[in-house]
């Protein structure tokens, strides 16, 4: 059997030629509510059902699986208003974006499936700018398996692939494809950075602002061309190429500046990777529980042991690494290694010392290698940050002296007593808004290596611009320029961009 990404619970294996007539099948989990749902998909591609996007009208569960209070079903296409008359045996839609409470039932035998809200939406003023219908149910799974099966039987209605409300959507003008990836984004958002930067982006701002920039383009090529045209024309006034070369200087200022924002976006979007380190015995692990390779020598942790944290609303993968020494035996050799490399990874490093061992060999080792080196680089230098925490300050004598006046700015903290956290807490929180930056305020950034491509190729397309001898070439480049920006909001985008892109969503989406 082979598993079809639209169908995961049921799968056909078509046999070669030499034996047409086996067919195999793998039976799904009775209890999942669209088993029989699924059936009629495979079923009606194998008969020669319109493909995706072909015009069909399409059906899913647009809400999370498993009982529920409610359960919102959802159709788009041409079928939409002919099921909903079929199902709640109504000769009049109801009225436009109002909820109607109606009973449904099963167009085959007639039986009562649910008494239901149902809301019409005609296009184009629809999520998807096609005529969309709205079922909310009640969230059993027999409920929706009733619904669900309903639908697949009305001519016309195939259920919907993953992603695919939000692909017509996009084929229909009603989003762009950087408010698509923030669609994406806010359905995956786990902390509130995260959210904020994904409603910013699903709001267009990023859009906006790329098309704003094209437009710049559009109108900086016209003059090019029209000089090329009519330069010899009395009649075109003077000035023209010197108002092109302003706007395209100013461009580059302006995506230079976007380009330089260290991967924020990303990082705010996928996790900042903080990496806590250290000498062997700093209780690096105290912040959290080693689950991993222990042993009873010094030094517990023995491979990197990561977890993926909300710290004051910013996406974290918080990596716990091996003490940094010569590794005795092979399995803590293989730890220092590990820590070395995801070290090199690390967004912001969470440099332990033990503050009661300051003069140890393996603590001035580490304040001269690793302290050391990261703290010496500018911002500009690298996009590293550093954390030095003394650690077991509940150690250190009350009216004896403190640590060491030549240390670098550090933190005290005791993980037994608890004494320090909140001032740990609110530092990292200053670090990973520098790390990520802030989603609420300043410029869209940049959320996906897609964007950066599009806006260095623009950039590297302007400086061909500004080499450019012949006035041709000067206007090939401005195409190519503008090239890049229409691409990156959707216009001219390949079909292989556009799969992965939508592949992200559930169905129903």
Known sequence: ?????????????????????????????????????????????????????????????????GRCGIAVIRTSGPSSGHALRILTAARDLPPARHASLRLLSDPRSGEPLDRALVLWFPGPR???????????????PAVVSGVLQALGSVPGLRPAEAGEFTRRAFANGKLNLTEVEGLADLIHAETEAQRRQALRQLDGELGHLCCGWAETLTKALAHVEAYIDFGEDDNLEEGVLEQADVEVRALEVALGAHLQDARRGQRLRSGAHVVVTGPP????????????????????????????????????????????REGVGPVEQEGVRRARDRLEQADLILAMLDASDLASPSSCNFLATVVASVGAQSPSDSSQRLLLVLNKSDLLSRKGPGPRPDLPPHLLLSCLTGEGLDGLLEALRKELAAVCGDPSTGSPLLTRARHQHHLQGCLDALSHYKQSKDLALAAEALRVARGHLTQLTGGGGTEEILDIIFRDFCVGK
């Not at 029989?36 to 319109?50: E, F, H, M, Q, Y």
């Open 1 to 65: 059997t082979v598993h079809s990404p639209t169908c995961p619970h049921l799968c056909f294996l078509l046999v070669p030629a030499l034996e047409p007539q086996f067919l195999h099948l793998q039976t799904p989990d009775p209890g999942d509510p669209v088993w029989n749902v699924r059936w009629a998909l495979c079923t009606r591609r194998s008969s020669g059902a319109p493909a995706p996007g072909s015009g069909a009208t399409i059906f899913a569960l647009s809400s999370g699986q």
């Open 281 to 324: 015995n700093a209780g690096k692990s105290s912040l959290r529980k080693p689950v991993s390779i222990v042993s009873p020598e010094p030094g517990t942790t023995r491979d990197v042991l990561e977890t993926p944290v909300d710290l004051a609303g910013f996406p974290v993968l918080l990596s716990d690494t091996a003490g940094l």
């Open 126 to 140: 629809s999520f998807t700018g096609e005529d969309c219908v709205e079922f909310h149910v009640h969230g059993g």
